[in-house]
Structures are given as structure tokens and as C-alpha cells.
């Protein structure tokens, strides 16, 4: 037997897999899984597991509700360029691209200030079109957003139609920042969902 006060501290409170507490006792998964439903103890999904080893030490972001004017026009912002320009479609990161550096560095700090995110766990995608230089599209996106080489994913390169194609619009390419963070994805698509309703 198992008990449910061991399994409530270890399964429920730290959070820990169903592998690791049968690693521990020397039993097999099944075993534990019985008595998790035997003392009706819900058991995580496989995302909610996930979610729980890829983030050990908890969420990596702390939402900090707005109380000063310049906070909520911050968030009202925020919310506002994900729900035109981010990609809502991808369910397990904040994703959102553009060709201006300063809406980019909006949105950061929407992330930051707001939702006080890890900003070491950003990463950027660049997409130019073949007749943009790679090297100086990646340095100018590095000096606008302040990031270090190994923040960028990798430049995706699109055919170019012919010469000049976008030159003055894309001049630097689309640049995509992302966070991955499935539950904060959901939270801010949630935020959204909720505007809709009280428009």
C-alpha cells in the first residue's frame, strides 16, 4: 500500500512524475497509478506532466496586475499587438513577428514589465527575403533588441520575386520573438478572449 499522505506530498505538493515516486519505492508505474485513483487523487494529463519537467522550479513568469494608468496602457498594448500580430495558432509559446524593431521591443517589455518573464528564455527568428544580407540583418537585430548570437534560432531565407522585392519595407526582415510557455500563451490568449466579450 501507498499511502495518500505520501502521495499527496510528493505526487500533488513537489510535483513530482509517477516514474520518479515508483523509481523511489521500488514498485512499478502501475502500481503507483492504482493507488493515486485508489485515494482519488487526480491525476496529471500528459501536458500538465510535461509542463511540470520542463518548468521544475515553477512558472517562469509572475503576472503583476496593472495599477498605475502607464501599466494598464502597457497591457492594454500588450494584448492588443498579440491579437493582430501574434501567431495565436502555435499552443505552446508566445510567438509574435514584424519588420519594426520598436513594436518588437514593446512587446518585450509587455512581457517583462507585465508578466515579469525569465528574459533569458527568449529566443528570436529572422526571415529575409535571398536579395537581404543575412550578416547585416542579423547585427541589426541584435544591436535593436540587445541580444547576444546565440538568442537567434536561425535565419530562414524566402526566394526573393525579383530584385528589390520588399527592400524598403523588410529592409532587416521579419523578425519573430517567442517564449516558450504554454500556460502563459493560454493566459494572455485567455485576456484576449475575455476583451472580445466585453467589446
Not at 522550479?57 to 503576472?63: A, K, L, R, V
Not at 498605475?68 to 495565436?88: A, D, H, I, S, V
Amino acid at each position: 500500500m501507498i499511502k495518500k499522505k505520501y502521495l499527496t506530498k510528493e505526487y500533488i505538493r513537489k510535483g513530482r512524475s509517477v516514474s520518479d515516486i515508483a523509481i523511489e519505492l521500488k514498485c512499478s508505474q502501475s502500481k503507483v497509478t492504482y493507488w493515486i485513483q485508489k485515494h482519488n487523487i487526480n491525476k496529471r494529463s500528459i501536458s500538465d506532466a510535461l509542463y511540470l519537467k520542463n518548468n521544475p522550479n515553477g512558472d517562469p513568469f509572475n503576472f503583476q496586475k496593472p495599477c498605475r494608468k502607464e501599466e494598464w496602457f502597457l497591457y492594454g498594448m500588450g494584448l492588443g499587438l498579440f491579437w493582430g500580430e501574434g501567431n495565436k495558432a502555435n499552443k505552446q509559446s508566445v510567438r509574435l513577428g514584424n519588420t519594426d524593431p520598436e513594436l518588437i521591443g514593446y512587446f518585450i517589455k509587455f512581457l517583462t514589465e507585465i508578466y515579469e518573464i525569465d528574459k533569458s528564455r527568449l529566443r528570436f527568428g529572422i526571415q529575409i527575403f535571398s536579395d537581404v544580407s543575412k550578416e547585416e540583418s542579423l547585427n541589426f537585430w541584435m544591436k535593436k533588441l540587445d541580444a547576444p548570437k546565440n538568442k537567434f534560432q536561425g535565419i530562414v531565407v524566402t526566394p526573393s520575386r525579383k530584385k528589390g522585392t520588399y527592400r524598403n519595407r523588410n529592409k532587416h526582415g521579419v523578425l519573430t520573438v517567442y517564449f516558450s510557455n504554454t500556460k502563459l500563451r493560454d493566459i494572455i490568449v485567455g485576456a484576449i478572449d475575455d476583451l472580445k466579450i466585453q467589446l
